[in-house]
C-alpha cells in the first residue's frame, strides 16, 4: 500500500487506535501489540489512548510472517493461563467491540477457536483462539485458513463491512 497501515487514519483517528479501543471495549486488556522494532513503539503508542492497558512485544523474528507471530504469541508464558486469545491485525478499521464479544460466546467449550467471517471468507487473523493452538499449528506454513478450517472450530457468520480489511487506497472509500 505504500504506507504504515496501523497509521493510517479513518474519520481522524489511526487504525491501531481504533482496533485497541475495540479490543478494550470488548475486555481484551490488557493488549498485547507486537511491533517489529522498538521505534514502533514509541510511533503506535503516540497515537493510541494512554487510558488503554497495552503491552508491547517486540518480535523475536522481524517480518517473519503471521504463522509465526501467532505461535510466538501463543507459547509465550503469559498467555497460558488465559482461556482464550482475541487475535486482531491493525489494518481492520471497521472492527466493532460486539464482534469481540460474540467471537468469545461462539467459541464452544471443545473449539480450539471461533472464526469470524462473512458470506465469501473466513478471517483466520480476526479469530478468537486457545493458547494450545500453538501446538496444532507446529511446523505447518499452509494457510491459517486452511490449517483452522481442519481444527475444531466455531464460525461466526458477520457482516462483512465489519471485517474489512485495509489493503489498497481503494478500500477506504
Not at 485458513?145 to 487506497?169: C, K, M, W
Request: net charge negative; hydrophobic share 45%.
Amino acid at each position: 500500500m505504500g504506507s504504515d497501515k496501523a497509521l493510517i487514519e479513518i474519520d481522524g483517528v489511526c487504525c491501531i487506535a481504533r482496533v485497541a479501543m475495540a479490543l478494550a471495549q470488548a475486555g481484551c486488556e490488557p493488549i498485547r501489540i507486537a511491533v517489529a522494532q522498538p521505534e514502533d513503539v514509541e510511533r503506535y503508542g503516540s497515537v493510541i489512548p494512554d487510558s488503554l492497558d497495552v503491552e508491547w512485544v517486540l518480535d523475536a523474528v522481524t517480518h517473519a510472517g503471521p504463522i509465526e507471530a501467532l505461535i510466538e504469541a501463543l507459547s509465550d508464558p503469559l498467555v497460558t493461563d488465559v482461556d482464550s486469545v482475541q487475535l486482531c491485525p491493525v489494518d481492520v478499521p471497521w472492527i466493532t467491540h460486539d464482534l469481540f464479544l460474540e467471537l468469545e460466546k461462539t467459541l464452544g467449550p471443545d473449539d480450539l477457536l471461533a472464526i469470524p467471517a462473512d458470506p465469501k471468507y473466513t478471517h483466520p487473523l480476526l479469530s478468537r483462539v486457545r493458547p494450545s493452538l500453538a501446538t496444532h499449528i507446529g511446523d505447518d506454513r499452509r494457510s491459517l485458513r486452511l490449517q483452522f478450517a481442519e481444527l475444531e472450530h466455531s464460525i461466526l457468520l458477520t457482516d462483512e463491512g465489519v471485517l474489512r480489511n485495509v489493503n489498497y487506497p481503494s478500500d477506504l472509500d
